[in-house]
């Protein structure tokens, strides 16, 4: 795996980022359309990215990982074998990324690598 994020859905994006980078010592690495992603001031840790959505999600379920990897497709079908399920793929912004439920139905997704 190349590496991991954790994000959170928030109705209100710029006022959740902003509890984060306080919560976690965390700044503003940049934003682009409805994501803003959060990195450590000092140190290291998983990236933050805040992604902006209509409505709470029912249940809670505001928080998943994503799998940063060099072979989505790949990826998804070792994870399919290991008991997760595809939920969907999203195209948005000319990347394409799999949102999966883990055996026991807690979403994540696998997304591309990050380059630069």
């Keep these: 795996m190349d590496s991991l994020e954790i994000t959170i859905n928030a109705v209100d994006g710029e006022r959740a980022a902003g509890f984060w980078c306080e919560a976690l010592g965390y700044r503003l690495r940049y934003r682009r359309d409805r994501y803003l992603v959060l990195e450590p001031v000092t140190g290291t840790g998983p990236q933050v990215v805040v992604q902006t959505v209509d409505a709470a999600p029912a249940?809670?379920?505001?928080?998943?990982?994503?799998?940063?990897?060099?072979?989505?497709?790949?990826?998804?079908?070792?994870?399919?074998?290991?008991?997760?399920?595809?939920?969907?793929?999203?195209?948005?912004?000319?990347?394409?990324?799999?949102?999966?439920?883990?055996?026991?139905?807690?979403?994540?997704?696998?997304?591309?690598?990050?380059?630069?």
């Design 59 to 116: 249940g809670g379920a505001g928080t998943h990982l994503d799998l940063r990897v060099d072979r989505r497709e790949e990826t998804v079908a070792r994870l399919v074998a290991r008991g997760a399920r595809v939920q969907r793929e999203v195209t948005e912004a000319g990347r394409t990324w799999t949102v999966m439920v883990d055996p026991e139905g807690n979403e994540f997704c696998v997304c591309p690598a990050r380059t630069g």
